[in-house]
């Protein structure tokens, strides 16, 4: 089982619509989640990080339900601005390396 | 967030050549990581670059192929050696805050013929 998983998609969803990306991850004693945001060709950056009592940034608000292991991220309102692929990020140690999904392609069109 | 800078850009190649890429950022950190992400995956850890120690490898990377140096606490490189057309790939320094939030330089982009 991968160590952090991700539907790859690609969603393409017009733009104003509300679109959800959930994203798994295999070891439960994980202790620090993000979502990262990568443009084509660019390095990631950071989007949001995730916090156990859900964390709301504008039009992106993002879970986390520990007891299955499963992150979020909804986009409401979707613009042009949001195509992009989505990274989910896991950290299991304070210090250590973080691990990334594959990502979630998001195209979203007029 | 940390300013990292890192070259070069990008770098096309020979098989059998080596590149080394810099990294350089703009506060002391203790830790540098050094991710590598080929066409259409995600980014893959191929170690950690401690400073006045040696590197910290992952599964499948080995030292002779990707020596790494970390001098001081602002600067690193990573070196892919004797290159193959499968080394062709993004790489990518990064550094932590104090919030586990990780900040990356803008890549190297390597195609070996």
């Known amino acids: 089982r991968k160590e952090v998983e991700q539907d790859p998609g690609p969603f393409n969803v017009p733009e104003g619509a509300t679109v959800a990306f959930n994203c798994t991850y295999s070891n439960s004693a994980s202790q620090s989640f993000f979502w990262y945001r990568q443009d084509c060709r660019k390095e990631p950056k950071l989007l949001m990080s995730v916090y156990s009592s859900g964390n709301e940034d504008g039009r992106f608000t993002a879970q986390l339900n520990r007891a299955s292991q499963y992150i979020s991220l909804l986009i409401r309102d979707s613009k042009l601005s949001d195509s992009a692929t989505y990274l989910c990020v896991v950290s299991y140690q304070a210090g250590t390396a973080l691990i990334f999904g594959k990502g979630t392609t998001l195209s979203v069109s007029s | 967030s940390a300013v990292i800078s890192q070259k070069p850009s990008r770098d096309i190649c020979q098989r059998g050549t080596s590149l080394t890429i810099q990294c350089q950022v703009d506060?002391?950190?203790?830790?540098m990581f050094w991710y590598r992400q080929q066409p259409g995956q995600s980014l893959t850890l191929i170690a950690t670059a401690n400073q006045g120690s040696e590197a910290t490898y992952e599964s499948g990377f080995v030292i002779d192929k990707f020596p790494i140096s970390r001098p001081n606490l602002t600067f690193s490189t990573l070196t892919v050696s004797n290159m193959s057309p499968e080394d062709s790939s993004i790489y990518l320094c990064?550094?932590?805050?104090?919030?586990?939030?990780?900040?990356f330089g803008s890549g190297t982009q390597l195609s070996v013929l």
């Open positions: 990064s550094v932590k805050d104090g919030n586990e939030k990780l900040f």
């Open positions: 506060s002391q950190v203790t830790m």
